[in-house]
């Protein structure tokens, strides 16, 4: 009889260690994910600010495409003006065309593990409860 609660004890220790383990490796891994988003906000000051620097860029090359235009005015401008607005369409279009595709992806980092752990934790917890 003596055995059987000692084994049960052990068990019931195991249980209690397990049920530890598991809710530990889940607050690692929330703090992981909270590093992510701080990562996240991070690219996302950098695509402000690259977008920023694309944006003048873009200007730029506007004002380059205008210059061109205006300085073969006298004999080349439908072809000239043509060849930019077909570049500029082609560009933009395929860049939305990414950006769309980006944006449907979208982003669940973590989210499974997290849901894995939680179950196995309320299982470890379920089954300690159980034996008590």
Not at 17 to 39: D, I, K, M
Not at 101 to 125: I, K, M, N, P, T
Request: positive net charge.
């Amino acid at each position: 009889m003596a055995e059987a609660s000692s084994s049960g004890g052990v068990r019931g220790a195991l249980r209690g260690l397990l049920v530890t383990a598991l809710a530990l490796a889940r607050v690692r891994l929330e703090l992981l994910a909270t590093e992510v988003q701080e990562e996240k906000a991070r690219l996302l000051g950098l695509l402000v600010f690259g977008g920023a620097a694309i944006l003048l860029l873009v200007a730029g090359i506007v004002f380059l495409a205008a210059f061109l235009t205006v300085l073969l005015w006298e004999s080349h401008r439908l072809v000239v003006l043509g060849f930019f607005a077909a570049t500029f369409l082609g560009a933009g279009f395929g860049m939305a065309m990414v950006a769309r595709r980006y944006a449907v992806e979208g982003s669940r980092l973590f989210e499974a593990s997290l849901g894995e752990l939680a179950r196995d934790q309320a299982a470890a917890e379920k089954a300690k409860s159980q034996s008590s």
